[in-house]
């Protein structure tokens, strides 16, 4: 099917200005002539009724049609209709200046002119019904040619200014789309390798600039996610690539010589190294879907239970005391496997750094529900609070036991589950060990 309207923006705005402001043009010019034409029709209608009025009350007052003419300086100009064919204006009939009005009998049938444009007509009839007046005035000359005259300009103008909106519709357009060139052209040139490139935004202050704003801060986004992305990859690899060589170099020492070592040892050390990278592939796969933002079934959670449950079930760990103090019973609405494993980290990072004590804390505050866990160890420097949710990230120098070190995902995870459930967690300011703060909100 063909097309009807242009391919181009500025084609089909100047077309629909130009239309629409046809009709809106010609629809003003037809109610304004026909406003001025019928402007002229009171002054015309008001001498014709003076004159039919005038007429009948002489007539009304005996005085025979025959000695009107005398009242009339014009002389003769009344015509008294006998027959039908006399005086009938079934059809239009103009006037003229020496008969302004007529006098018609009884038997005559009267039918108001019609189609001249010119004259505007008034009929009376005399109280006993003998005779009816018909009186005809024309309109004012000048009126009728200023009424002529506005006509002829506006057949000109509208068509003129119809085209003109829609020419400057189209420079306009033109001279808008021009910007949006700019950015198409400076988004086209932008390669994988350089997303640190922006548009260019132009100082108009409009929609335009607007639209190059939000390009940037899509570019921005999308070059913060590639970063992301690269670092994710290269970290994974690394954390993937120490155990992989560890088991490599024990099965080739074990295959070269199998009579020195025991191989049940060397087996034990695989499969604690198979252990570690099965747990880090499936916090990676977690991580993928949590950057995805794949739905997870959601329902009603009591933290509560949750926590209780958890700190039952957990095993203990010689030196390390883990508490509970429930100041409420808060419900959230959420995955309850995933909040579980928020907590699970937070326990299990607190536990690795703590002296002797650990206390998970459950509360209300502002419509939400506060998960606070805390330890007693060395706590977290200020400059590092935001780094502890980076990926792969481990405060050895401060926190860290080499041989008890996790893969530096647990605290990442815990954020991004806190995030996907319209959440945050962050490292609340403490004077002894560490405290990480969870809000979620009441269902």
């Not at 109280?127 to 004012?140: C, F, I, M, Q, T």
């Not at 074990?254 to 880090?280: C, Y």
């Not at 700190?311 to 019973?329: K, L, N, S, Y």
Request: charged share 25%.
């Amino acid at each position: 099917m063909a097309r009807i309207l242009p391919r181009s923006t500025r084609w089909r705005v100047a077309l629909f200005a130009a239309l629409a402001s046809a009709v809106v043009l010609g629809l003003g010019s037809f109610w304004f002539v026909s406003a001025l034409q019928s402007s002229l029709e009171p002054n015309a209608g008001a001498r014709a009724s003076d004159k039919v009025d005038t007429l009948v009350a002489l007539l009304n007052s005996g005085v025979a049609p025959a000695d009107v003419p005398q009242r009339y300086p014009k002389g003769g100009g009344y015509l008294i209709g006998r027959q039908a064919a006399d005086c009938s204006l079934d059809s239009p009939k103009r006037f003229s200046g020496d008969q302004p009005v007529q006098v018609y009998a009884p038997d005559c049938v009267i039918v108001q002119p019609f189609g001249l444009d010119d004259q505007v007509y008034r009929t009376a009839r005399t109280k006993d019904g003998r005779y009816a007046v018909v009186s005809a005035e024309k309109l004012d000359p000048v009126g009728l040619e200023t009424v002529a005259t506005a006509r002829q300009i506006l057949w000109g103008a509208v068509p003129a200014a119809s085209l003109f909106i829609g020419a400057v519709a189209w420079f306009a357009v033109r001279r808008s789309l021009r910007a949006v060139g700019t950015i198409r052209a400076e988004v086209d040139g932008i390669r994988a390798r350089d997303l640190g490139r922006r548009v260019p935004v132009p100082d108009s202050g409009d929609e335009i600039t607007e639209l190059a704003v939000t390009m940037n801060a899509m570019l921005a986004r999308l070059d913060e996610s590639v970063r992301r992305q690269s670092q994710f990859t290269a970290d994974a690899s690394h954390e993937l690539r120490t155990p992989l060589a560890s088991m490599r170099t024990q099965l080739e020492v074990q295959l070269a010589h199998p009579d020195r070592l025991d191989w049940r040892r060397s087996f034990e050390n695989a499969v604690l190294d198979v252990s570690r990278m099965e747990t880090l592939t499936a916090d990676l796969l977690l991580l993928s879907k949590l950057d995805a933002d794949q739905p997870a079934g959601a329902g009603r959670i009591a933290l509560a239970d949750l926590v209780t449950g958890h700190v039952a079930a957990r095993p203990p760990r010689d030196g390390v005391e883990v508490r509970t103090e429930i100041h409420a019973e808060p419900v959230v609405r959420g995955h309850a496997g995933r909040l579980e494993r928020v907590l699970r980290n937070l326990a299990d990072n607190a536990e690795r750094h703590a002296g002797s004590r650990v206390t998970i804390t459950l509360a209300e505050a502002g419509g939400q529900a506060v998960l606070t866990v805390r330890d007693d160890g060395p706590g977290i420097p200020a400059e590092h609070r935001e780094r502890v949710f980076d990926r792969f990230v481990r405060l050895d120098d401060d926190r860290a036991r080499e041989d008890e070190g996790g893969s530096g995902l647990g605290l990442a995870i815990a954020a991004e589950i806190a995030r996907t459930h319209g959440g945050s967690l962050r490292v609340a300011e403490s004077t002894s060990g560490a405290w990480l703060e969870l809000r979620l909100p009441l269902a």
